[in-house]
């Protein structure tokens, strides 16, 4: 009889990857990820408005904009929220990491 190899569900999977010791550290994770889209994204509306972007504004300078503004600001909302649910060290690790490989191919 051979045994089955046992598959390891996508929570193992990213406690594994993320390198957390719970199922609950991971949901925590994935709440803070949501929680920092959904302002980036309610936010950019919000921004480009206030700054007078509309249907006529060209998609470079939206573009531009998102990419000079959206990122920097997509990092400290992150470590905000990640603070709030009590999970800073394991998101400023993240970020350190993300710049790390950004600024790895702007070196190359």
Known sequence: MKEKSKKSNWIDTLKTRWQVKSVWQVFVILIVFALTGFTVMYGKRWFFVFIGFDKSTAWYWKFLLWIILILPIYQIILLF??????????FWNFIKRTFGRIFFFIKK
């Not at 929220?81 to 394991?90: A, M």
């Open 81 to 90: 929220y990640g603070t709030i649910f009590g999970q800073f060290s394991f």
